[in-house]
């Protein structure tokens, strides 16, 4: 079964099961063996029928290795996909300042991502834990929006 994760389906499991369940995104990439093209499994963000704003100036040996290996990934997944295959790419491409690229594959443009973003965590035991306090992993489950600002004495 596939839930979508978003305010009102976070509240319930909330309601529902006393659970602090969130999808987590913004994780960074800052090694090489990060590198889609190091790693042999890599998470792509794919934008369906758009141009890509910003793509990431590549060799035509990665074009060509990234624009296979996405097109042919079984990830039935149409906004992430997970490719897990060894890629032969243009050697100069292979720099952390090509982390986060952005490729167009026909309609689609794909951006490579932290090959855990978005993946969906269970952080009801880690609320006590929490450095910045409770609040922060409570706030989203218990009706917060982005838009309500900081809570006197929480932040």
Not at 30 to 49: F, G, I, M, P, Y
Not at 56 to 76: E, F, I, K, M
Not at 113 to 131: A, I, M, T
Request: hydrophobic residues 35%.
């Amino acid at each position: 079964m596939i839930i979508d994760l978003n305010e009102t389906s976070i509240t319930a499991f909330y309601e529902f099961g006393d659970k602090y369940v969130y999808a987590i995104r913004g994780l960074a990439m800052e090694n090489l063996d990060q590198h889609a093209c190091v790693d042999t499994q890599s998470r792509w963000e794919v934008e369906q029928n758009t141009i890509c704003s910003s793509p990431t100036p590549l060799g035509a040996a990665t074009v060509a290795a990234l624009g296979d290996a996405l097109a042919s990934s079984t990830d039935p997944n149409a906004l992430l996909k997970d490719v897990t295959v060894s890629l032969s790419c243009d050697p100069l491409d292979e720099h952390v300042d090509k982390l986060g690229m952005q490729i167009q594959v026909d309609a689609d443009c794909y951006t490579h991502v932290h090959r855990d973003h978005k993946n969906v965590y269970d952080f009801s035991g880690w609320v006590s834990n929490h450095p910045g306090g409770e609040y922060n992993i409570q706030k989203w489950a218990q009706g917060f929006n982005d838009t309500d600002g900081p809570v006197p004495g929480k932040w």
